[in-house]
Structure formats: C-alpha cells, structure tokens
C-alpha cells in the first residue's frame, strides 16, 4: 500500500500537475499528455517519408577508392545529399531528429502507462508488444546510424560483431548474417538498408498487434499537434545541424565517435563492461521490463474483474459499447427475466478499469476492490468539501 501511495505522489507530480497547467493552457483538446500513444505513430509517419526522400539518392556500397574524385558510395551518397541536394541537408537532419523524438515518446508512453497501471491482466499483450516495438525502433535507428559510413559506423560495425562474436554458439552466424558474410563489404551495406527498411515497414504490423486488444485506440493527434511537432522537429534541425563527417577507412580502426544518447547507449554499455557484461545488463533489462505485467513482480494481487449485479441489469449494452477491451458480453437473460440480454463479464479480459461502472446508469455492475456505493460516497464528500 506505501508503494501504491509513493507511486500515486510520483505521478501526481510528473503528470497531473502539468497536465492541468497543459489544460488551462490549450485546453484538454490539445493536450499532449493525452495522446502519448497516438504521438510516436505520427512521427513514424515523418520517418517513413523523409527516409523515402533520402532513399532516393543513397547508394549502399563501402567502395575503398578513397582519392578518385568519381567515387560513389554510401558516404559520398549521404555528402551530395546533405550538401548538392535542395534542401537535403534539412531532411536528413528530419530523419534524424523525428528518430530522437520518437524515442522520447515512445518512452513517455511507457512511464504514463506503468504510472497510470494500464498493463496489467488482459493489457499483458499491449505492454509486451510495446517493449517488442521498443526493441526494433532502437535497432532501427542504429542500422540508420551504420548507413552512413563514416567512422562511427565503422566503429559502431566492429563492435557490434564483437558482442555477437561474444555469444556462445550462435555467435559466429549471427555475425556473418549482420556482415552479410565473413568481412565487411558492399554486401554488408546491402544488409544493413535491407534491415533498416525491412524492420521499419514491419513496425505497422507490430503496431496491428499493440491495438488487437483495444476497441477504439486512439491512433491519430489533433492535427494542431502535428504541425507543432514538425515545428519542434525543424527547430531542432536548425539549431543543431548536422555536422561534417569523415569517410570510414578499413585500414584504420576509430577510437571514439559521437554518441546519440537516444539511440547509442548500449554501446556505451559495451564499451564500459565488455561484451559479457553487455549481454549480462541488456539481458536483465529486458527481463525486467517483460515481467512487470505480472502481478508477483510489482507485489501485488491481480486486478479482480468487475462483477455485474444481475438483478439490477436492464441488457442496455451501454457498459458492453463503452468496454475498451472487450470483456463484456452480452448474453440472452434467463427464463422469466424482463429483460431480453443480460451483461456478463470475462474475467480474463478485465484489466478493473472501471470504465464500465461509469457507462451503467443502473448500479449494475461494480468493482469487487471499489464498489459503486463508495465511488458515489466520495464523490459526494468532495463536492461537498467543495
């Protein structure tokens, strides 16, 4: 219950203290706070299409004739692009920074999500394919940082197969699939713009699995918001633009990069531990975040389902239409009944949000942990006290 209560003050004063001065502010309408879903989707919808601009142009080959002055290759590609193409120094720096903001709000997402308990029970799914959807946007925008080819990427390439070549067993075929084969080539290029993009359309089907649960997900921001972000984007472009770079050479071996701290960080973990203590840290933070919709990793009984009160039920479908999770039905009534349907509940299915005891004008159906006479108690104290 103390956890419960220090939680309660923690998201009291992260969220509720700004989402009120949001809402005096824009109104709730436009409030952010209240599409901390639908946020990262939009800006995936920027990544898709100023890759596609900067697709256009990339040649994905590490050719090694560093002095011909005809020479293309994915680092000369990326050049013309920033440096020859109208406006291409601005939608690579696009790509790059709607990457970083979609990160912040993926990780917004999460943190209101856990503070708000909307992943236990039958929302297990949507908080294990969201840590899944976590996972590929994180080796998406590594892949992207590979395609440059500079001397990061050289560096990023080198240690990423030492952590693989660390693992037992598998180690060594999972370094010739990352190279495309034993050595770096133009083949490996080849992989990393096929994983990039590859994994990319892929988050669509990813995101069709994190809604399969919810009946009415709201996937879409105000278009007001939209706009504001692209502008929050095109700031960030012009106040911290993209920085000249060198070519990778083979023959030499970078000692230090640059680090994205949105993307890069567990390279930094693999600098600082080794590749064991990399794979040891990833490993537990991962198990971590997998288990926290059980309900003995946070120590707490599950969530009971909300129970409707039969003799009450009128069969209106109103706690059934407004389920967001679909676990509610409704049945024919038993003989005798003035009612035609009768509301039942799937237990396995109810995440307890009390959603459905909002929806039912007939104290129909309650909360085992919160029934209706209580809910209805405070509410008058505190119109009271008002």
Known sequence: MQEKMEKSNIFHTLFLEPEKLINKVVTSKYNPLYYHGALPQFIMYVLFLSGLLLFAYYVPTVDNAYFSKNLINAFTSVDYITNTIPFGAVVRAMHRYAGDAMVIAILLHMVRVWFTDRFRQYRWVQWLSGVVLLLMVM???????????????????????????AVPVIGEPLKHWFLNGRNITNLTLSNYLFIHIGLSFSLLFAL??????????VITPPPALNYLLVALILVAVYLF????????????????????????????????????GYWFWITVLLAVLCLIPLPMFYGSKAVEAAEVVTNKCTGCRLCSLDCPYQAIEMVPAPAGSRFKLLATVKAYRCSGCGVCVGACAFDAIDLPDLPDAQVNLKIKELLEAK
Do not use: C
């Open 208 to 217: 069709w699995i994190h809604y399969v649960r919810m009946t009415r997900p």
């Open 241 to 276: 633009p993209i920085t000249e770079t060198k070519m990778a050479d083979l023959n030499l071996q970078p000692t230090n990069m640059e680090i994205d701290w949105f993307f890069l960080w567990p390279y930094w973990v693999l600098s600082s531990a080794g590749a064991g």
């Open 139 to 165: 080796f998406i925008g590594q892949t992207g940082y590979y395609l440059i080819w500079d001397e990061r990427s050289l560096l990023l390439t080198r240690m990423t197969v030492s952590a693989f070549e």
